[in-house]
């Protein structure tokens, strides 16, 4: 099949074939914020946390489950020596670069995940309730409050529990998962919600693991 | 199911947890003349204890570190968390008695220091 992009397989994230869902008005809503770019950066802080910061605008969290944003880019705490660093699409080549050369003296690993894990974002006042059918994190707001990440298990799952946000009650979590989990957290998320009016969501059957332009240049 | 400390996340439920077998066995330095025997000791032979254990655990849904863990094996009481390369703390047990009058439950093991309740650091 003749396109614009020469027959080149189509970019695009798990959840391709998933809408947003919302529930009832004032509950919760799922969606999944595809192809931004995320970054696993191995380092100890105390030996470049301030040349990565130079470099990227990005402070290191400070302490355990904690989170650091500026505008558009985040660093999340997953170890002690390990973070999730996000950034727009398109800012993924540039974050590189600068960290590579702004690190470059220093013992590091940066390495891009954005096609390895996917974010589903989490929203509403329902979002803590949903979640806790999913997972033994203590969500009370008293202990997860705004900026806390958490890694977990999420029903079968393993994932990153990110709190972006929150205002009057209504939470925004960002949860990030491996590609090959997304649809089924994805459904069961929405089973989840269902007491607030989610759609459910059918299985998806038949994983077209090639696009349609590699498949018929095969034939 | 009960819940573990890391040292780095905090308060966790066991599933997010990975066993690591016994802390603080040390590989032996290659030798050419070492013996099956000696190997097979590093490679298979542990503690087995009943009683306070010093065992590695990983917090595999979490922060991904290996830490280490005093727990009695015949009660489940974590005793005590610390970080790889660290030496075990002097910990103070509790060890429910038999009703048949054998020593209590978890003395068996002596490779850790235990200080009975009372007994004073």
């Known amino acids: 099949m003749a396109d614009e992009t020469g027959g080149a397989p189509e970019r695009r994230m798990p ?6 869902i919302e529930g ?5 809503r799922l969606e999944e914020l595809a192809f931004a770019a995320k970054f696993i950066l191995r380092l100890d802080p105390q030996a470049g946390g301030e040349a990565f910061g130079a470099a990227t605008g990005l402070d290191l969290p400070p302490a355990p489950l904690m989170s ?40 590091h690993q940066f390495t891009e995940v954005s096609d390895y894990y996917t974010c589903i974002a989490v929203e509403g006042p329902k979002a803590r309730k949903a979640l806790m059918k999913l997972t033994t994190l203590d969500l009370h707001p008293r202990a997860f409050s705004v900026g806390t990440v958490a890694g977990s298990n999420f029903a079968q799952a393993q994932g990153w529990l990110w709190l972006e946000h929150e205002a009057e009650g209504a939470a925004r979590f960002r949860l990030y998962v491996r590609w090959s989990m997304a649809e089924y957290l994805w459904g069961t998320l929405a089973e989840a919600g269902r007491e607030w009016g989610l759609p459910e969501q059918e299985p998806v059957t038949g994983e077209p693991m090639l696009t349609e332009s590699v498949t018929s240049r095969k034939a | 199911m009960f819940v573990i400390t890391c040292p780095y996340c905090g308060e966790r439920d066991l599933s997010e947890f990975a066993y690591g077998g016994e802390a603080h066995i040390a590989r032996p330095e290659w030798r050419e003349d070492m013996s099956d025997a000696e190997w097979a000791e590093f490679l298979f032979m542990r503690t087995n204890p009943k009683g306070i254990l010093a065992e590695r655990w990983m917090h595999a849904a979490g922060c991904r570190r290996f830490f280490n863990m005093l727990r009695n094996t015949a009660t489940d009481d974590i005793l005590a968390v610390y970080r790889i390369g660290e030496t075990p703390p002097k910990v103070e047990a509790r060890l429910p008695a038999t009703p048949s009058g054998e020593a209590p439950i978890g003395s068996g093991n002596d490779a850790v220091k235990i200080i009975q309740p009372g007994e004073g650091a």
């Open chain 1, 15 to 20: 959840l391709f074939r998933r809408q947003a």
């Open chain 1, 24 to 28: 009832a008005p004032g509950t919760l």
């Open chain 1, 68 to 107: 650091v944003v500026n505008g558009e880019r985040a660093v999340l705490w997953l170890g002690p020596d390990e973070f999730l660093v996000l950034a727009p699409e398109g800012e993924a080549a540039g974050l590189a670069d600068a960290v590579a050369s702004g690190l470059k003296d220093v013992h």
